[in-house]
Each structure stands twice: as C-alpha cells, then as structure tokens.
C-alpha cells in the first residue's frame, strides 16, 4: 500500500487521503482514509437551556467520530423524551382542544432534507422526519399520514399528554376563555439544534409542539425548511425559536444563511433577521423570535427580539448557556 494522492476537502482545511493497494483476491482497490478535523473543531448549538442536556448527548456522538446527523436526531431525541419539558415531544402543551401536535425537520450537508408536521402520539418526531428523508422521495410528511408512516417504520403509538399539561391546558381554557397566550421565555424552548462534526460536516434540525393552546391544525415554522432550519455545507447554518408565524413570513432561517454566504457574520446575520422581523409586524407586542447560527468556520451568532432568549453551547471542553444579545426588553 502506498499514499498516492491528497485531496483537500471542507471549510476547515481537513486533508483526506486517498491509499491505493489491493483487495483480498488481489484486485486493485482505493481506499479512502477519513478526513477528520481536529477534535476541537467539533461543537454544538442549541436554543434554550434544555439544549444543555441535548449538547451533552450531541457531544458524545461528535466525539466518536460520529455524524452531526446522529448528533442532531440523538441530542433532540433527549428533549423530546423529556416530560418535564412542555414545549417538545412527551409533556409538550396541546393545541387548544387538547391534542398534542408536533412538528419537526432535519437537514444535512448534502441538502437532504426531511420534515413532518401536525403528528400526533409520536414520541420523537425528529427520528421520524429523519425517516421521511432517507425512506421517502418526498420532505414533509403531515398529521395521519405521518403517523401512519412512524408506526410502520418501527415508532409506537404514545400518548403525549401528561397529566400536568393536561391540567395547565384545563386551567388555561377556565382563566383565558381561549385566548392565546404569548410566545414567550416562560412558555416556550423549542429546540434547534446545529452540529458540527469531525469531518467539518454540519447538519440542523428542530422539534416542537409548537404555540401553546394554537388552534387546532396550525403549523409553525419549525417544521418548513428555510424557515424552522436551514443549512447549506459551504456556508453554514442557522435555526429559529419563538413566534413561527413571524419567522416563516421572512424564511427566517434561510436568510440568515444567504446573509452568511454573503460575508455577514453569524451574529449580525441574526440581527438583521431580527430585523426583518420588526419591518414586516406591524404589532411586535408578545412577539418573541430568536436565532442562532454558525458558518462553516465554526463562528457562531445569536439575536433575539426580546430579552429573554438564551442558548446552550458545548464543545469538547466546555458548556454554557449563553444569553443571546436582543432588541428590546420583555415587559411583562
Ligand atoms: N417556533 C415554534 C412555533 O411557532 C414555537 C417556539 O419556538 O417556541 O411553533
């Protein structure tokens, strides 16, 4: 065997090496050795400080080498299995009949993408939209239809409603009479999540249950690439929490990641998202929205429009939540 040729590859300067030898019968073959970059390259993102825990989960996987795909589904599986948390998966608030409706997607360096939305009794909606798109020709998947696909891919049917979001939803129809209450820090941390693997790879991905008591069949951006996520593998990426209603009007996500193609750093990205936000809301009042992003080298941007927001970060040393910078202060 011999070292024949050298072929740069990603943003991070990472070399793989191509070896040319022969097989077991004697048959010339070229393997390919992995690229990988330095250990400390590799780093996760995510919103709120639930992403603490999913970073950890993320972490491990980078840190074996693994994909930032794996990082991403399994880092988010842990929100989503997570009762405590009433925004994701398992414990998520329901719509305002009672149902628990989730949303999520996933995207990776190759621009694959894979999405469902409105399902309902899945615990984990991310591994499901993983499914849709390696198993399918199609991205988004929706309500029965999705269902339907999870059960017969090996998910099972679960009922997502404990019995404290059953009592905040029973007390909430009493006070409120149907009112819908604010996107804000104290009701919402959707997870979105961004990964940046050994091999300088990112992927992206998020889940929810989206706006507490929302009328039934409504959809946020979380599921909708471009606005929920949005990566491409030679800029970077960048993912969205907070009122989806907003962030879909401006294809948040996306954005951000044209802002970054264009030379803008994550951060001002972000800010000028948030900006966009402002110009196209006549009425800002109760509406929180944060991003964060990273390019692909490693930089990494945050911005909301309220107070409030912050996100986890993690690399092989160290994790922290990190409060994002912001327009205005939360009144309330
Ligand atoms: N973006 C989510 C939605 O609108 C909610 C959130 O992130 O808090 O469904």
Request: aromatic fraction near 6%.
């Amino acid at each position: 065997m011999k070292r024949r040729d050298f072929v740069k590859i990603g943003g991070l300067g990472a070399t793989a090496i191509i070896i040319e030898g022969c097989n077991a019968s004697g048959k010339p073959e070229k393997k390919e050795i992995l690229p990988l970059v330095d250990l400390n390259e590799t780093k996760v993102i995510s919103t709120w400080s639930s992403g603490l825990k999913a970073n950890k989960t993320a972490i491990k996987i980078l840190k074996n080498n693994g994909s930032a795909l794996d990082a991403i589904e399994k880092g988010l599986n842990v929100v989503e299995s997570d009762p405590e948390n009433t925004s994701v998966g398992v414990g998520g608030l329901p719509d305002a009949n009672g149902n628990v409706t989730l949303d999520a997607c996933i995207m990776d360096h190759n621009f694959n993408c894979g999405s469902v939305s409105y399902i309902k009794n899945i615990e984990n909606p991310i591994s499901v939209a993983r499914k849709v798109m390696e198993e399918t020709p199609h991205i988004m998947l929706s309500g029965k239809g999705a269902y339907e696909f999870a059960l017969k891919n090996g998910f099972s049917h679960k009922n997502l409603l404990t019995e404290s979001s059953k009592k905040s939803w029973e007390d909430w129809k009493k006070e409120n009479n149907y009112k819908l209450p604010a996107i804000n820090h104290e009701n919402h941390d959707t997870i979105a999540m961004i990964a940046m693997d050994r091999k300088g790879n990112m992927a992206t991905g998020c889940t929810t249950s989206g706006w507490a008591y929302k009328m039934e069949g409504r959809v946020g951006d979380s599921p909708i690439i471009g606005s929920g996520v949005y990566l491409d593998n030679e800029v970077g990426a960048a993912c969205a929490t907070g009122l989806g209603e907003a962030i879909i009007k401006i294809c948040g996500s996306h954005a951000i990641v044209e802002l970054m193609r264009n030379g803008v750093s994550p951060q001002q990205a972000c800010k000028i998202a948030v900006e966009r936000i402002k110009k196209s809301n006549k009425d800002l009042k109760d509406l929180q929205v944060g991003f964060i992003a990273m390019n692909k080298k490693g930089e990494i941007g945050s911005y909301s429009l309220y107070s409030g927001f912050n996100y986890a970060y993690q690399d092989i040393q160290r994790s922290k939540l990190i409060d994002s910078q912001y327009d205005l202060d939360w009144e309330n």
